[in-house]
């Protein structure tokens, strides 16, 4: 028999308080009426509500479904879910990771910057909750209810750091978790987003379904970023034959019998050099690897296009 009063926060002021992994292990969780207070979920979930919170520093864990945030101000919250969205809030600051177009209504004040957060449990947490490392629509945002004039949202300026928004927890219990906010140690890849590109060269990369796919990946991105290339989006995703030939074109046959492994995992690369670096990195780290790099500068930002277009398509954006 489940307790509610296990999987809700409710009434508290100027407390700390959280779970501990495998302690909400998918149940649904809420939070209410609380008031300068520091609350972590350090597991997944199925859904969380969360309202009339004031003043509070909030970490949750993967969420299966959907958090909903009503009638909150001045909170600051690290959030990993399927879907987000908030009603009549004021002043919320979220680092984000959101597998589908987060949606702000009736809401002001709101800023956004990417998820980044690490403790050991996590990565299986995102499985567990069926989120994918590489779905994060963090900046792309959706105002159900736009003011003429007014912008009711904007991004966390890109220096923002996790810790100086969510503290790391203070109490005995919770600090068993072993949090790191280390942006190069977060289990999400930090993404430019829709923030201004730095460069007009981007470079698609795609990995294809599996054993070593999501370490490839992350390689790969260790690898450029340390050259000074930017991360702008990611994406894993399904694909069939035909949207082989629309993505890949001339390359398609080539790729098309390792699409039914599973979900390719696609990374744009942005930086003057971003084709030649990504292409000569591929080569040497993933010798043995089949792997899709934009041929050429002139090509690469059709590739972008390409797999975007039929990516959003395939998550319904």
């Not at 939070?31 to 919170?53: G, K, L, P, V």
């Not at 990417?114 to 963090?138: H, M, R, V």
């Not at 398609?252 to 990374?267: D, M, Q, R, T």
């Amino acid at each position: 028999q489940i307790d509610p009063k296990e999987y809700t926060f409710s009434g508290l002021k100027n407390e700390t308080v959280g779970r501990l992994p495998g302690k909400v292990a998918g149940q649904q969780f809420v939070i209410q009426d609380c008031e300068n207070c520091q609350i972590y979920i350090f597991d997944h979930s199925a859904t969380i509500t969360i309202d009339d919170c004031v003043n509070c520093q909030i970490f949750l864990g993967p969420i299966k479904g959907s958090v909903f945030f009503r009638d909150c101000k001045d909170c600051k919250c690290v959030v990993a879910c399927q879907q987000f969205r908030t009603r009549d809030c004021r002043k919320l600051e979220v680092f984000l990771c959101c597998a589908t177009q987060p949606i702000i209504e009736s809401s002001t004040g709101m800023k956004f910057g990417c998820f980044q957060y690490y403790y050991p449990e996590l990565a299986l947490q995102f499985k567990d909750a069926g989120l994918s490392i590489f779905n994060n629509t963090w900046s792309n945002i959706h105002d159900f209810t736009p003011v003429s004039g007014e912008n009711n949202w904007g991004l966390l300026p890109e220096t923002a750091a996790v810790q100086d928004y969510v503290p790391l927890p203070s109490s005995e219990e919770l600090k068993a978790v072993r949090v790191s906010t280390d942006a190069t140690k977060s289990i999400i890849p930090i993404t430019r987003g829709r923030r201004q590109k730095n460069s007009d060269e981007s470079c698609l990369t795609v990995f294809f379904a599996g054993d070593y796919t999501t370490a490839n990946a992350r390689k790969l991105i260790d690898e450029m970023t340390s050259k000074g290339f930017q991360l702008v989006q990611t994406k894993e995703v399904l694909m069939k034959a035909e949207d082989a030939h629309r993505v890949f074109q001339q390359s398609a046959l080539e790729f098309i019998p390792l699409l039914e492994k599973g979900p390719v995992v696609a990374l744009e690369f942005n930086g003057d050099g971003a084709v030649e670096q990504c292409r000569s990195t591929v080569n040497e780290v993933f010798s043995g690897t089949k792997v899709f790099v934009s041929e050429s500068k002139a090509s690469a930002s059709q590739d972008v296009d390409n797999f975007y277009n039929f990516a959003d398509m395939q998550m319904g954006m």
